[in-house]
């Protein structure tokens, strides 16, 4: 299985079109700025629930503001 910034960034790059490289710089900026409105946020976290098997309450999904926190959280519920 590929490590969770691999998997988070190829969730990302399918939703967006961007390249995984340059959304590797952008791992702090909020997620509009990398090209996820909030329909995609939304997508982004139920695909991430089925890859990992985990619960993303939303009380957590309002402080998962950038693909760092969604990494951070990812972590922490393996």
Do not use: C, K, W
Not at 10 to 26: C, F, H, M, N, Y
Not at 40 to 45: C, D, I, V, W
Not at 66 to 77: C, H, K, N, Y
């Amino acid at each position: 299985m590929a490590n969770h910034r691999e998997t988070l960034l190829g969730i990302v790059t399918e939703l967006t079109g961007r390249d995984p490289q340059a959304l590797e710089g952008l791992m702090q900026e909020p997620l509009a700025d990398v090209g996820l409105d909030s329909i995609r946020q939304q997508e982004l976290l139920a695909q991430l629930e089925d890859e990992y098997d985990v619960e993303i309450s939303p009380e957590d999904a309002v402080h998962l503001d950038s693909l760092a926190a969604i990494e951070r959280f990812i972590r922490g519920a393996q």
